[in-house]
C-alpha cells in the first residue's frame, strides 16, 4: 500500500506551554486521497503516551469513526501539544506518522554485521546487543560471520555489545561495537559492525554442596586459594569449607584440589568429606526458652541462635510455657532468628532478642513471644504468592504479560482535577487483563489493579490541596466514576472486578507532618461527589473533617460503591521523615523494626484499619520507583545491594505484623546486576540496570561473588553522605556475604507479603516497553508460576545467612585472576 503523505504547521498563537499542530493535505504519495472518516461524526480517540526520556513521549492516537469518509483537501487533523512550539517546533511536526486502518510503521532497519569468531569454540555462540533509547532498551542477538537485519523504532541509541562466550565461559573473546551510537530512520537502514579480540581461555568450576542431613537447612562457608603456575590456566586450586558447630556437635570438612585447565570442573563436598567430634561442655549452662502467647496453634517451631562459633537449634511448642535447650549452651553473646509460618492462610511469627548474653551462672533466659498476623487470603487474589506489573497499554503489553504469566496488572487511574465524564484508563485496563487472560487460556485470573488518587500528595503543597474543596470534591467524584466502571465488569468468572490502591504518598506525606486530627473539608467534598453521580448513601456520623476522618471517608466510600472490588493503602518507607536508615548496618540496629511500628502506630492514630466494615484489604508499601544503576534512584538517594534489600523486606514483614495486615511490595523494580560478560555502555543509565530483580528473583550467575558484577557499573561513584557508601561496589560489599543463588521471595508468606507488584512509569517490570525486563525477567516469573508458593500453610526452619546452603544446586566460579 502507498504511504500516507502530509505537510504539517503551527497553529496560532502558541505558547510557552502549549501549541497546536495542524495536520493537511492528507492523501497518499500517488496523489489518491485516503480513505479514513467524516470529521462530522463521532469520533472516539484512543490515546497512549509512552515515555522514552524525561522530555520524550511516544503519542499513539487511534481515532475510530462509525463508517468510513474519503478526505477533502481542505480536511485538518488539529493536534494540542504540551510543549513549546514556538522557535524550535521540527521535533514536533516532523515526528507525525498516518496511516489508515493500521498503526503507523516508525520503523527503521538496523544491519548488524559481525565479524568471524576468533576461536572455533565461538563459531555457535551469540552475542547480545542492546540498543538504549531513554528509559526503553531493546536488544539483539546476533552469530558471528553474519549479517543480522532488526527493526527498532526511530530515534536515537546508545549501542553496546556483550562479549562472546562459551556457555560455561571457559574460551572468552571481548568485543566492540561501531558506531557506538546511532540515529535509526523510519524505513530506512543503518548499519552497525561487531568486532572480535583474540580469544582467552579460562578455567571454570561448578561447586556444589550435597545433601548432609545433620546440616539441613544450615549454610556453609566456601573458600578457595589459588596457587599460580607459569600461565593463567595452569597452577592448583583448594577448595575448603569452614568447620560449622551444632549443638555442640563440630563437623569439618576435606579440603578438595584439582589441577588447573582451561576447561570446567565440577567439585562437590558431599557426607563422605564431613567428619564429626564432640565439643567439651565444661562450665556450660541450661538456657530455658520461655515462649509467651495467647495463641496456641498445633505446631512445633524451631528455635535458633548463634554467636560467631557456636549454633543451638531446639524445636518448641508453639504456645506458653518453658522449653530448654537440648543441650547446655556455651557463656557468650548470640544472635537470635526470628522465626515465622503459615497456618491455615495466617501468619504468625515468633519475636525475640536481637543479640543477647548467655551468663555463666545459668541465670539467663530467652524470652520469645508469639504473635499472630495476617490472614494472606486477600480477596481478589489466588492462594499463592503471586507476581504483577505496570501496565503502559502499549500493544506488546498482552503478550508480556502472558509470557511472564503475570496474575495482575496497574495502571493510574483518570484524574484531571476536573468532573471526568468517562475513565478510559479504567476502562482499558480492566479490559487488559480480559484479554491476558483469554491469551493465557488456562483459567488463570488476572486482577486489574487502579491506582487512584483523592487528594495528591506527591508533588508538593500539601496544605493547599487539604483545603482545597473544589479539588477534593472532583477527586471523589473520580474516584466513584473509576469504581462504577469496575461494577460494569462483574460477570460469574469476575466477582471481584478490580483492585484499588489509593492516594500513594498520602500516608507517608501524613506522618512526617504528624497529620491526624489537623482540620480538613471532607464531609462537603464527599457529598458533592454522591450528588455529582447520584449516589443514593448517607454518610457516617463517624467521618470527621480531619486528616483521619478522609482515610475513613476513602474507606467507606470504596466499600459504599463497589463493595465487590478490593483495595488498600500505600505507605513509604520515609514516613518517619528519611529513607536512610535503610543504609545503616551497626550491631544490633533494629532500624527496620522501629520504623515499622513507627509507620503502624501512625496508621493506627489515624484508624485507617480499624475502621470495622469499611477497612482495608491489604497495604502496598513502596520503596522509590527507579532502577538503582539510574540517576533517577541513586542521585536522590537509592541505591540498594543486598544488605539493604534485606531491609526493607525486614520493614515490610514488621508494618504487616504491627498492623495484622497482608502486605504487597509496590512498584518493585525487577532490574538485574549486569554480569561481567554483559553489554554495559560507558554511559549505562539508558540502560536500566539494577539490583531489585537479582535479589527478588535470583541470580545465581551472581551468587555469592562481587566480582562477577561488571566492574564498570561496580565503580559508579555515589553520594556517600545519602547512601553511605562512595561507589556502587562498596554497597555490594556492606551485603557480604550475599548469596542470589535462590530468590529472596521463598520466604515471603512469612513476611505477610502475599504478592508483589513490578516496575513503574520508568522503572523496570514486566513490559518490555519500560526498562530492561525481557527474557530475564519473563523467564524467571514463568519458572515461578509453574511451582507457585502456597499461602495456606508454609513452614520454613530457621537458617544461617551467607554461604552456600547444604544441598544446594551447584554454583559456577570462573577463573578471571
Known sequence: MSSITRTVEVGPNPTEWYGTMIVKGIKYDDDAFNVFGSPWQDVTPDVTNEPIDASTCLVAAKLNFEKSYEFNTSDTITIGVKGDLRDHPEPYTESVRLAADAVPDVNGTVAITTADAPNPALESEEVTLSFAQGSRNFTASALPGMTTLIKLPYGEYVVSCSELTTADQTVVATSEVSPSSLTVDAGEEVAVEVTFSSAQTYGAIDVSIGDIPSLESEMVHTTRQRHYGDSRNSGTVEFSIHAITLNNVQYEFSTKSLDLAAQLFNVTFGQSDVTTSPVDTTDFVELPIVMESDVAPDKDITVRIASDELIYTQKVPAKAGTTPFSVPVASDQYDSQDYSFVMNGTVYAVNSPSTFMVLKDGSTRLNLELVKGANLHVKGFPDVLTFGGLADM???????????????IFKYAGDSGTFLTDDPATRRTIQLARDIEAKLGDGSPVLPIMISYTVNLSLGDIYKKLQDTTGLTHSFANLILSLNISNTFIDQDHPVPAGFIVNADFLGEGQKENLVDYAMPVRKPLQGALDHWNVEATIPDSIEDTFAGYTLAVNWLVRTVAPTATFGWQVNIWGGGTSTWIYDSGPGDQQPLEQAKQTADYIKQLGTYASGDYTPDFLAVDRYEADDWTVRAYVPGYFYGPHEWRRYYDFVRYLGLELQVPVAPWQIPSSHAPLVMDAVASDFDAQHWG????????????????????????????????????????????????????????DFPLRGIFTVLLGGGSTTGIISTVGNAGEWVAGRLRAYADNPIPLDEYPLDASGSGGARVGAIARRIVLRK
Request: hydrophobic fraction near 35%; glycine fraction near 8%.
Open 691 to 746: 539490583t531489585g530483580g537479582s535479589y527478588l528473583l535470583g541470580d545465581a550467575d551472581v551468587g555469592s561473588d562481587i566480582d562477577n558484577i561488571n566492574p564498570t557499573v561496580l565503580d559508579l561513584e555515589l553520594n556517600d553522605r545519602l547512601i553511605k557508601a562512595k561507589t556502587a561496589g562498596e554497597v555490594w560489599q556492606r551485603g557480604e556475604s550475599f548469596d542470589l543463588t535462590q530468590p529472596a521471595y521463598q
Open 394 to 408: 502499549t500493544p506488546t503489553n498482552a503478550d508480556d504479560f502472558v509470557a511472564a504469566r503475570a496474575s495482575s
